[in-house]
């Protein structure tokens, strides 16, 4: 057996992207010893990082705004489902989030000495902050980075996967525990650089692990948003809320080749120059569907997406299988002062803007579903927030544009602070409650030849993207979860192989335990909502329907899934 590892803290924040670094700044500020671990690079991981587009905040420096305002916009972009309180922290807190960054250095771009604001779909004015030259993203995370350098209290710890949360009476031997009924007390974790378990035991603990993306073969996220978050708040007793609402971008790039870029860059290009979308035959068709652009750029993502696909089953898609983005009527001098250096890039990739167009297609990008939680992130199981895109509930049925960093730094400040406050409650790490993970942890199981975990990652990608897509049936949705139980099992409950150091198979089995049941629960929801509302679109179903107001709740009871509607929301809470 590999020697196990254990550590001790105030403080657990699991995953280090946006979400992560701003909780682990936050409980530190408060003078909480914090432990931050990420299953990649610290600060490196994750969605913001990839970020290149805009933030969403009513900071009214160009334009007179008000939060209000924002929240208005937020609720309407959620089709009813928003968690009035939850948006209202988003965006009442941005404008203050937003300038503590500002005040640490990460840049917004300005105009005579204003922060700039672009004008993004949805939005009832220009608010989307930026760093400018498709920096948004890499730029906060560099200065959360740099913040967290000069924080003694912190300790970040990268190339650790955790497995399971620990909760207080969970051994078999001492109690008959049931999920959600004890105390978080820590975490068993995957060292990925030894193969060996680490126990982490903490008084408080923050899930910031972000969305689901990766579920899908074609995905704009980090290779590790697969979902984890969403699983282990799950098999802790959390409730999960709204898995069926999964936010696909409507415009990832898909041809011609291009290495080293995102392939959701073309956003920004749209805020600042418009740009045409065109379908095969070079004509603009988004007027078909609702909303007619003229080279601006005011179509949501989903109405987008629903235009794009449209265009492609008639018949009237690119080569590819998706559509043009045109940017051939912006002069060269106008693009170069907008994108700078961008512009040079893309040329080295054999991109000439002025003289071709671009193809794009539909890729998921975000989740809006999530770990149930109120406006203290607390999940409702004792000791346990989450924080970030692993929260459901502030975006309802579909995220307003610009709404995902401001969501990662509000709520990963406002898990940080609300930490510090059950750090008298705890109780304490018993290695005796951690015995089911480090058993499954340090087990031996079938070979890589016997059970080909990673061809079954790409199987499930494909499941996904095929029948949980952008638009559904119920015979999709059904074959899907026909499928994906296959998998499962085939997957066994054993790992792959035996413990060692950086295991691909054994560290994809450890993956697709999670990914396999979020997959589940995020299918059977979409089957479970006969209508079509923001980003969960059903062919069968296509009209939204009033009764449906209402958001879907998922459990774990006894290893089976257990789905709940919540209550009707009522149209003056779901306009508020």
């Given at each position: ?245 999964v936010q696909f971008f409507p415009i990832g790039h898909l041809a011609p080749r291009m290495i080293g870029m995102d392939p959701i860059m073309w956003d920004p290009f749209r805020y600042k120059l418009g740009g045409r979308l065109l379908n095969g035959n070079m004509e603009e068709f988004t007027g078909r569907y ?104 502030a975006n309802g049925a579909n995220r307003l544009s610009g709404n995902a960093i401001t969501e990662a730094l509000v709520f990963g400040r406002q898990a940080g602070r609300k930490a510090l406050d059950l750090l008298g409650s705890s109780a304490a790490f018993d290695q005796r409650d951690a015995a089911a993970a ?139």
């Amino acid at each position: 057996m590999a020697e196990r590892r254990h550590l001790e803290t105030d403080v657990l924040v699991i995953g280090a992207g946006g979400a992560g670094m701003s909780a682990a700044i936050a409980a530190a500020d408060g003078g909480a010893d914090v432990l931050l671990a990420d299953r990649s690079l610290i600060g490196r991981g994750g969605a913001t990082v990839m970020a290149m587009m805009t933030v969403a905040v009513a900071v009214g420096e160009e334009t007179p705004d008000d939060w209000r305002f924002h929240y208005r916009d937020t609720l309407t972009a959620g089709r009813g489902l928003c968690n009035p309180k939850l948006a209202r922290l988003l965006c009442e807190e941005g404008p203050d989030a937003i300038r503590q960054m500002d005040g640490w250095g990460v840049g917004w771009a300005r105009r005579d000495g204003h922060i700039s604001q672009a004008h993004a779909p949805g939005h009832d004015r220009p608010r989307c902050v930026y760093v400018d030259f498709l920096n948004t993203g890499p730029a906060v995370s560099k200065t959360l980075r740099t913040v967290l350098h000069n924080r003694d209290r912190v300790r970040r710890i990268g190339d650790l996967m955790v497995i399971d949360v620990v909760q207080s009476g969970s051994d078999p031997a001492r109690s008959a525990a049931v999920a959600g009924q004890g105390k978080v007390t820590g975490a068993v974790a995957l060292d990925l650089t030894t193969g060996r378990a680490v126990t982490i035991a903490a008084k408080t603990t923050i899930i910031a692990t972000g969305g689901l993306t990766r579920l899908y073969s074609r995905n704009s996220a980090s290779g590790n948003m697969g979902g984890d978050g969403y699983a282990l708040g799950l098999r802790a007793g959390a409730k999960l809320i709204d898995m069926e609402f999964v936010q696909f971008f409507p415009i990832g790039h898909l041809a011609p080749r291009m290495i080293g870029m995102d392939p959701i860059m073309w956003d920004p290009f749209r805020y600042k120059l418009g740009g045409r979308l065109l379908n095969g035959n070079m004509e603009e068709f988004t007027g078909r569907y609702g909303t007619e652009e003229g080279g601006k750029y005011v179509v949501t993502r989903d109405n987008a997406t629903y235009a794009i696909l449209q265009e492609v089953a008639a018949g009237r898609g690119t080569p590819h299988g998706g559509a043009y983005l045109s940017f051939m009527h912006i002069p060269v001098e106008q693009l170069k002062a907008a994108f700078g250096p961008v512009i040079d890039k893309l040329t080295a990739n054999g991109i000439d803007l002025t003289k071709m167009p671009v193809e794009v297609a539909p890729i998921a990008h975000y989740h809006m579903g999530g770990i149930a939680v109120d406006e203290a992130m607390a999940t409702g199981v004792s000791q346990l927030l989450a924080s970030g895109e692993a929260v459901g509930g502030a975006n309802g049925a579909n995220r307003l544009s610009g709404n995902a960093i401001t969501e990662a730094l509000v709520f990963g400040r406002q898990a940080g602070r609300k930490a510090l406050d059950l750090l008298g409650s705890s109780a304490a790490f018993d290695q005796r409650d951690a015995a089911a993970a480090l058993s499954l942890l340090e087990a031996t199981g079938p070979s890589a030849r016997e059970v080909n975990t990673a061809a079954m990652l790409a199987e499930l990608q494909s499941i996904m993207w095929d029948d949980v897509g952008p638009f559904r049936t119920a015979e999709g949705l059904t074959r899907a979860v026909e499928r994906i139980s296959a998998l499962d099992s085939k997957l066994g409950e054993t790992p792959v192989g035996s413990p060692g150091a950086y295991d691909m198979s054994r560290l994809d089995w450890f993956d697709l335990r999670n990914m396999l049941l979020v997959a589940r629960v995020v299918t059977q929801a979409a089957l479970m909502r006969t209508e079509s509302r923001g980003a969960h679109q059903r062919y069968d179903y296509p009209g939204l329907i009033d009764d449906w107001t209402r958001n879907q709740i998922v459990s774990l009871e006894g290893g089976r899934l257990v789905f709940t509607s919540g209550p009707l929301i009522p149209a003056e809470v779901a306009a508020a």
